[in-house]
């Protein structure tokens, strides 16, 4: 069977290879801007993405929280 892009944003845990530090993601949908995903190492969640992009869609805003060590990043890109 065929999956269409919207199926893979239902939060539903996906295997990762080539990547160290998590072997499962999931993505999901929380509102028409914002996307967050969630990376997972033998089902322990180390970390939490969160990406979300302005109405006018020239901003985007990622937190990026490493759930191991607590610690919080957040970056801000802007189009021009």
């Keep these: 069977p065929t999956r269409r892009s919207s199926d893979l944003l239902d939060g539903t845990d996906a295997p990762v290879k080539g990547v160290y530090s998590f072997n499962t993601v999931s993505v999901k949908k929380i509102d028409a801007h914002t996307l967050e995903e969630?990376?997972?190492?033998?089902?322990?969640?180390?970390?939490v993405v969160k990406m979300t992009v302005s109405a006018d869609g020239k901003k985007m805003t990622v937190v990026y929280t490493n759930k191991l060590t607590d610690r919080v990043n957040t970056y801000i890109d802007e189009k021009k």
């Design 38 to 47: 969630t990376d997972k190492r033998d089902a322990t969640v180390v970390a």
